[in-house]
């Protein structure tokens, strides 16, 4: 069985969780002799594909340039013809899509599998944010894989798909979030918690600074950490100086998935205050690093929290503000106790087993 995935994802990405996911998804079905899997992605600027072990040797990665020079578009171009002669060559039974968009640039014959990972943007605008590519995507579709239920649940609701149609596959955790390092240094000078990710609209950031302006203790105890997500903007640090909170107590970080598990591990929680989420792999990846996890209790974020995260009501300020106190009190035993038993809960999450559920999905296709 040959199993090609496209270039469409590799050509938009330098980095990012989709061509992440489809680089994690290829590197364990390679491992796999009863297939023959293939990325076919021979132009691209995607740094996850460049970085992916064994490899095919000819492909070129490109740095993204500007469309100033109109340089993007050209290599967009020479990307899909090279593509679709790839494709037609290497000749597979099934393409797994890995971005929405209204033409089919391949052999029609050749049945398809896509992933949707959320309806984030149905959610805000019903109406406008159907696109046609992703109706068309989902339409060519044989079989399309979700996430997790909630996003298999929103996808019929929105798109009136049938049910038999759509798997569910939950999404896996890099090994570097389960290995035990040996780390000397402080990854800051004082106690801390965490946020992981993006910080506008829906991911509830404004909401969480509120509620933290009211903790007693915040400033004095503990300071915050954001991971990724870009640099504070203009209108975030306003917010900062519009609550009398103090930079110094307030700290973005960035960089490697290394990196990520130290801040998880040494904090005193990750605190993950979104309204919605397909999944939400940083609760994963910090029960994986021994952390403990503060989530809102959303119905889209508890299928990757399950029973092991502490969960506040959502838009409750009282409600996060207790929990959060709460945690800050418990003994060491009792920290003990719950990190080891998210630890637990993160095991069942792995690429291995991500790449299993997909090769069944592709079986069933078939």
Known sequence: MKIAIDNNIFLRQKFGGVSRYFVELQ???NSNRKIESRIIAPIHINSHLKHLENDPKHRIFIPKTTNRLKIDSGIKLLSNYLSVQEMKKFNPNLIHETFYTLTDPWNKKIKRVTTVYDLIREKVDPIASKSKAKRATLERSEKIICISNNTKSDLIEFYNLPEDRCEVVYLGVNNVFFEDFNIEKKFWDRPYILYVGQRAGYKNFEFLMKALSRVS??????GLICFGGGNFTISEKALFNELSLSVKDIRHESGSDQKLKVAYSQALAL????LYEGFGLPIVEAMASRCLVITSDSISIAEAGGKEALYFESQNAESLINL???????????????R????????KFTWNSTASNTLRVYLETL
Do not use: E, R
């Open 217 to 222: 203790k915040f400033g004095k105890d503990f």
């Open 324 to 338: 959060l106190n709460n945690v800050l009190a418990l003994d060491s035993k009792s920290q003990k106790t719950k």
């Open 340 to 347: 080891d038993d998210g630890f637990n809960w993160a095991s």
């Open 271 to 274: 605190i993950y205050p979104s």
């Open 27 to 29: 590197s364990k079905l």
